[in-house]
């Protein structure tokens, strides 16, 4: 089996979806005592073990460095991002280098200055790896389309459904001090794609009977959270969502458990889009229903009648009409958080995501 190097500039506790699967790939690859290491340009304290090693460096520097470390590394490189891990790796004399890609990173930079510069190196980069591993359909057909790249291979993200999985909810609900309301929520890093507005519309759209017994939980930290709560405001309903902030890794499955539904309404921007949503198969795993925007590589995540339902992007109006059925009838909801949990069991697992990714390696 050849030696792995991982290169990557996310990893936990550092949030968002690109920082689990490459602590996931880690996790994976020391159950199966694959031979690797891993290299980490991350501004977050992690746990280094013997194989993973963190470049503490000021920008600039911590890429000179992490090209020293892997330039004569003769097996195979897998890059979280192209860049710079991609960027780097491509000067190194690896026998294969492979790139993960999840969707924004490939969108024009809204900084005309800096996309002048990214964009020839986004295109020779992506084109010169020896193989793109996309985590939706929809990614895929991106890279495809926009840099006429053809050796690309979709591999969806996985969860871990030990982990992740149905618990006490009635405790869960206590820790978030929720009581007895009808419990919705989201998580992410907050930025405008990730569409918060629509679920205000929602959530004022809906009859004063549910409205008096329904709570939001607005996971995650981000730029645009002061933009959101203005908007939260000015829809009135701000006394039905609670703004939770960071949620801890430790406290991610009862953030799950302790809801009824979660949302992810992601748009699709000039410079932003929804790659997958890891967090609605981490949902599905709790055994929770989710509702998803047909945007991006949303579609991947969440498979209509195996624990979830999609909306059009801003479709505010049937995104309230699915809450208002779905809050009179929670015996039903349960019945598909049950199918959500399974078709996770069945379908998500990161060792059948490692497996796919050494198979194609």
Same mark, same amino acid.
């Given at each position: 089996?050849?030696?792995?190097?991982?290169?990557?500039?996310?990893?936990?506790?550092?949030?968002?979806?690109?920082?689990?699967?490459?602590?996931?790939?880690?996790?994976?690859?020391?159950?199966?005592?694959?031979?690797?290491?891993?290299?980490?340009?991350?501004?977050?304290?992690?746990?280094?073990?013997?194989?993973?090693?963190?470049?503490?460096?000021?920008?600039?520097?911590?890429?000179?460095?992490?090209?020293?470390?892997?330039?004569?590394?003769?097996?195979?490189?897998?890059?979280?991002?192209?860049?710079?891990?991609?960027?780097?790796?491509?000067?190194?004399?690896?026998?294969?280098? #492979?790139?993960? +890609?999840?969707? *924004?990173? $490939?969108?024009?930079?809204?900084?005309?200055?800096?996309? @002048?510069? %990214?964009?020839?190196?986004?295109?020779?980069?992506?084109?010169?790896?020896?193989?793109?591993?996309?985590?939706?359909?929809?990614?895929?057909?991106?890279?495809?389309?926009?840099?006429?790249?053809?050796?690309?291979?979709?591999?969806?993200?996985?969860?871990?459904?030990?982990?992740?999985?149905?618990?006490?909810?009635?405790?869960?609900?206590?820790?978030?001090?929720?009581?007895?309301?009808?419990?919705?929520?989201?998580?992410?890093?907050?930025?405008?794609?990730?569409?918060?507005?629509?679920?205000?519309?929602?959530?004022?759209?809906?009859?004063?009977?549910?409205?008096?017994?329904?709570?939001?939980?607005?996971?995650?930290?981000?730029?645009?959270?002061?933009?959101?709560?203005?908007?939260?405001?000015?829809?009135?309903?701000?006394?039905?969502?609670?703004? #939770?902030?960071? +949620?801890?890794? *430790?406290? $991610?499955?009862?953030?799950?458990?302790?809801?009824?539904? @979660?949302? %992810?309404?992601?748009?699709?921007?000039?410079?932003?889009?929804?790659?997958?949503?890891?967090?609605?198969?981490?949902?599905?795993?709790?055994?929770?229903?989710?509702?998803?925007?047909?945007?991006?590589?949303?579609?991947?995540?969440?498979?209509?009648?195996?624990?979830?339902?999609?909306?059009?992007?801003?479709?505010?109006?049937?995104?309230?009409?699915?809450?208002?059925?779905?809050?009179?009838?929670?015996?039903?909801?349960?019945?598909?958080?049950?199918?959500?949990?399974?078709?996770?069991?069945?379908?998500?697992?990161?060792?059948?995501?490692?497996?796919?990714?050494?198979?194609?390696?």
């Amino acid at each position: 089996m050849p030696n792995y190097l991982l290169l990557s500039s996310h990893f936990l506790p550092n949030d968002g979806g690109i920082a689990r699967l490459m602590t996931e790939l880690t996790n994976q690859f020391k159950k199966r005592n694959v031979d690797f290491s891993a290299i980490l340009l991350e501004k977050e304290e992690v746990h280094v073990t013997p194989e993973i090693h963190r470049i503490h460096a000021p920008r600039g520097l911590k890429e000179i460095i992490a090209y020293n470390k892997i330039k004569n590394h003769k097996g195979i490189i897998i890059s979280a991002l192209w860049y710079p891990d991609g960027l780097i790796a491509g000067f190194s004399e690896a026998e294969k280098k #492979v790139i993960l +890609v999840h969707g *924004s990173e $490939l969108l024009p930079n809204p900084n005309k200055f800096k996309e @002048f510069f %990214l964009k020839p190196l986004r295109r020779k980069t992506l084109r010169k790896a020896d193989l793109i591993v996309a985590n939706s359909t929809f990614t895929a057909k991106l890279v495809k389309e926009n840099f006429g790249v053809k050796n690309v291979k979709v591999i969806n993200p996985g969860v871990d459904v030990k982990r992740f999985s149905p618990g006490d909810k009635g405790a869960a609900k206590r820790y978030f001090n929720t009581g007895n309301k009808f419990v919705l929520s989201t998580l992410s890093v907050i930025r405008r794609h990730k569409g918060l507005k629509i679920i205000f519309e929602a959530l004022a759209m809906l009859p004063e009977e549910v409205k008096q017994n329904i709570i939001l939980l607005v996971g995650g930290k981000g730029d645009a959270v002061a933009y959101y709560r203005k908007i939260c405001m000015e829809k009135g309903i701000e006394n039905l969502v609670r703004w #939770v902030g960071f +949620v801890a890794e *430790s406290d $991610l499955p009862d953030f799950y458990r302790a809801s009824d539904l @979660f949302l %992810l309404t992601s748009q699709t921007k000039n410079n932003a889009v929804e790659g997958f949503g890891m967090v609605l198969t981490e949902a599905q795993a709790c055994g929770v229903p989710v509702i998803g925007t047909r945007s991006g590589g949303i579609s991947d995540a969440v498979k209509e009648g195996e624990g979830g339902f999609l909306v059009e992007e801003e479709d505010s109006k049937s995104l309230a009409e699915l809450i208002k059925k779905y809050f009179h009838i929670p015996d039903e909801l349960s019945e598909i958080g049950r199918r959500a949990r399974q078709s996770a069991k069945e379908n998500r697992s990161w060792a059948r995501y490692t497996e796919e990714l050494i198979q194609l390696l």
